[in-house]
């Protein structure tokens, strides 16, 4: 296991309604990002939070946002959902380096659908 | 901009037999490559990566990978395919500025039949 969680697991939400999902990253790691998985398709990058901030944003409208809290724990905030946003939901985390390329560590994913 | 290809949608190998699973890439600057495998309901868990160094990179479960510059491609392999190994693979080229971001192919589903 990549020492990754996520909660919950799996999760139904009606159209129009608001979701937050839950990121608990590996002990150490300092970075954590989140990534859309639609079926079939592979991960997309939605945005990254580095030491409680956003740094680095992908295509996602605003209604995606974020939070990292002081010990590393992240959370995924989706508003006005839309049937386009059922997908499985990944966070990866990382941990500091000093100019070497590290792996990204993934949880397991929260598969959202939307009704 | 960072990109990478992955051609075949599935590969079918017999247990035993070696197997290759392709991708190509397209990057500014240096080539930072990964490949991860997902099994069915899990996350991404990582096999191996290319820095830099000697193009051939070893990883876990028996993988490694081939960097190969003049063709833009780093190919997964392994000598003797496992049924074990069914599942589906991504390969995935690294952000020249964030650490965490990833740029993911859409994945090849590799099926090793007994």
């Known amino acids: 296991e990549t020492g990754v969680t996520q909660s919950p697991t799996h999760l139904i939400k009606t159209r129009g309604q608001q979701v937050t999902l839950r990121c608990s990253s590996q002990s150490g790691h300092n970075t954590v990002s989140w990534y859309q998985q639609a079926l079939g398709q592979g991960p997309q990058f939605i945005f990254q939070y580095y030491r409680e901030e956003e740094n680095g944003r992908g295509n996602f409208p605003p209604r995606f946002s974020g939070l990292q809290f002081p010990n590393y724990s992240s959370e995924l905030n989706v508003n006005a959902l839309e049937l386009d946003d059922s997908a499985l939901y990944l966070c990866a985390s990382s941990r500091p380096s000093q100019g070497g390329i590290t792996e990204a560590f993934f949880g397991q994913g929260t598969r959202l659908t939307v009704v | 901009a960072q990109s990478v290809a992955q051609p075949e949608d599935q590969v079918n190998v017999a247990e035993g037999n070696p197997l290759t699973v392709k991708c190509t890439y397209s990057v500014s600057g240096n080539p930072y490559l990964f490949w991860y495998v997902q099994y069915p309901n899990r996350g991404l868990q990582f096999l191996l990566k290319?820095?830099?160094?000697?193009?051939l990179v070893k990883g876990s479960y028996g993988f490694e990978a081939e960097f190969n510059k003049s063709q833009t491609s780093f190919h997964l392999k392994k000598p003797s395919a496992l049924v074990s190994d069914s599942a589906l693979y991504f390969c995935?080229?690294?952000?020249?500025?964030?650490?965490?971001?990833?740029?993911f192919g859409s994945g090849t589903k590799l099926n090793v039949k007994p």
């Open positions: 290319y820095i830099t160094g000697d193009n």
């Open positions: 995935a080229v690294r952000d020249a500025n964030n650490f965490n971001k990833f740029y």
